[in-house]
């Protein structure tokens, strides 16, 4: 499975950005979907997941400011990011896992968008 983020950029604190991702290749399902990021010096963290059935969990320091969404029938899934602030730059990849053609689970990763909050 190969996924193709989109949609970062340069936004000014207080400001949104909606990040897109879609999911290309053969596979048998699309399970979990997610976004992390990663910014300069720490680790990757998960920011966002959403399960195929649509349940999501957030980062303690993101809930209420973002949304992370899916559509199972183009499977692509959307991060809308609101109320941005500085710490929140980071590169953000989003993430699939699920079965591929031959049943054998997978875990994809996008390629990596870059996020930066400043004036």
């Known amino acids: 499975v190969q996924l193709q983020a989109s949609g970062g950029g340069l936004v000014q604190p207080g400001g949104s950005l909606r990040l897109s991702c879609a999911a290309s290749?053969?596979?048998?399902?699309?399970?979990?979907m997610g976004w992390y990021r990663q910014a300069p010096g720490k680790q990757r963290e998960l920011v966002a997941a959403i399960t195929k059935g649509g349940r999501t969990s957030y980062a303690d320091s993101v809930k209420g400011r973002f949304t992370i969404s899916r559509d199972n029938a183009k499977n692509t899934v959307a991060l809308q990011m609101g109320s941005l602030k500085p710490e929140d730059t980071a590169v953000y990849y989003c993430?699939?896992?699920?079965?591929?053609?031959?049943?054998?689970?997978?875990?994809?990763w996008g390629q990596g968008t870059q996020v930066t909050v400043s004036s």
């Open positions: 290749g053969s596979f048998f399902s699309i399970n979990d």
């Open positions: 993430n699939a896992d699920g079965l591929g053609p031959a049943l054998s689970p997978y875990r994809s």
